[in-house]
Structure formats: structure tokens, C-alpha cells
């Protein structure tokens, strides 16, 4: 699969961004967001596991950030809110087959987009 994402800039803390995730080509069941921050490890964002069909949250994200996916355009995207310095880095879209205790973890998807940058300034 392809996974193309887009929408990402620069924005003031507090503000808002969405980022959209379009997918083409072989189709995975689950799909989701992890940012990478400079010097930092990539980390879990949150999640459209389809197993259960529900969406997972990092707990820095609940409450300020939502996905959702469309599986008619088969794009996931996400609505970041309430933005803060913090959230500053690059964001990925993953597909994949992961299970349950894998939805949260790098090695449960297949397949990474390129990465849109965000940056969140105080």
C-alpha cells in the first residue's frame, strides 16, 4: 500500500491542524498515526484498529486530537485541537495487520507514508 500524507504546517499553540492520510494500492485493516520529534524515538499517536473497530489514543493526545477513517475514500485522518509546543514533529501514517497488543507499537504495521512535518510555536 501507498500512503501519501499531507496538511501539515505551522501554527501557534493552541491552534489547529488536520492531516490527511490517503491510501492506495493493497489494502491493510488497521491504520495510524506516529510522530517522530527531533532527537526523539518515533511514538505512538493513536490508531483505527479494525479488529474491533475502534480508535486508540496515546494518553498526551486524548481529548485534543481525533481520527477518523473513511474506508470509502480509504483515508484516515486526523483533527489535532489545543495544539501545544510539544506535539512539534513529524507525523506518519502506517497501515497494517496488527493485533490487539500490537496496535500501539511500530512493529504492527507494514507499510509508513513520508512523513508531514508540524510545528507548534508558543
Known amino acids: 500500500v501507498q500512503l501519501q500524507a499531507s496538511g501539515g504546517g505551522s501554527v501557534q499553540a493552541g491552534g489547529s491542524l488536520r492531516l490527511t492520510c490517503a491510501a492506495s494500492?493493497?489494502?491493510?485493516?488497521?491504520y495510524g498515526w506516529f510522530r517522530q520529534a527531533p532527537g526523539k524515538e518515533r511514538e505512538f499517536v493513536g490508531a483505527?484498529?479494525?479488529?474491533?473497530?475502534?480508535?486508540y489514543y496515546t494518553d498526551s493526545v486524548k481529548y485534543r486530537f481525533t481520527i477518523s477513517r473513511d474506508n470509502a475514500k480509504n483515508t484516515l485522518t486526523l483533527e489535532m485541537t489545543s495544539l501545544k509546543p510539544e506535539d512539534t514533529a513529524v507525523y506518519y501514517c502506517?497501515?497494517?495487520?496488527?493485533?490487539?497488543?500490537?496496535?500501539?507499537?511500530?512493529?504492527?504495521?507494514?507499510?509508513w507514508g513520508q512523513g508531514t512535518l508540524v510545528t507548534v510555536s508558543s
Open positions: 494500492g493493497r489494502t491493510f485493516r488497521s
Open positions: 502506517a497501515a497494517g495487520n496488527p493485533i490487539l497488543s500490537s496496535v500501539r507499537t511500530r512493529e504492527g504495521y507494514r507499510s
Open positions: 483505527f484498529f479494525d479488529n474491533n473497530r475502534r480508535i
